[in-house]
């Protein structure tokens, strides 16, 4: 059983998830930075991340640390950028990848009050063209220093971020977009997820 407490903080959380924003994470290759694209993802209210891996494998998400974002942030699954592309489309979402250069909008004259996907690539490659050729456009994040690149982790928080923003200053902000069930169900899951996590870490500490 969990506090009454401690359930009031997670019905607050899953009245602020937003369905409507997702972030397509393709073939990034440190798990660290999976990990803290996931918690920036929490924070920001992003309710599912979609991995896309066509080079490398699927990252190892840890979910041992109660804080771990991996026991609150739900992801699919992807073999491909058009199985991904595909389904994000018939779900309704417009999806921006993140390049540098010339055809790309800035971030911040975007509209990310809509249903929208924002698509990271590889620490060293970036996105692919297959992922930058099928998005709805490209956007990059304004820097002005001599370095024209950051960690994509960060990318991944400024972005969200800016999003996050930009719904709170929405009408509607505070309405929960999922279901009454929707929500119920997902605060039985996180509570489970919990209690599932401290009888695991009673069994380890048994002799």
Known sequence: MITERRRAKLEEV???????????????????NVSAMLRSCDAA????????????????????????AGKWISTR?????????GQLRRE??????????????PLYDLDFTTKTAVVFGNEHRGVSEAAAAGADGLLQI????????????VACAVTVFEALRQRMGAPGWGMPKLSSQE????????SQKRVDHRKAKTKRSSP
């Open 92 to 105: 309704g979402f417009k999806i921006w990848a993140t390049r540098i250069g010339q055809g790309s909008r």
């Open 142 to 153: 304004p820097m002005v220093g001599m370095i024209q690149s950051l960690n994509v982790s």
């Open 77 to 85: 699954r992807f073999r491909s950028i058009d199985e991904c592309y």
């Open 45 to 68: 209210g992003v309710l599912q991340v979609q991995l896309v891996y066509t080079i490398d494998k699927f990252p190892r998400i840890g979910s041992k640390s109660s804080a771990s």
């Open 14 to 32: 899953a009245r602020h998830r937003q369905p409507d924003l997702t972030v397509v994470v393709e073939d990034v290759h440190d798990p660290h």
């Open 183 to 190: 929500l119920k169900e997902m605060v039985e899951l996180w």
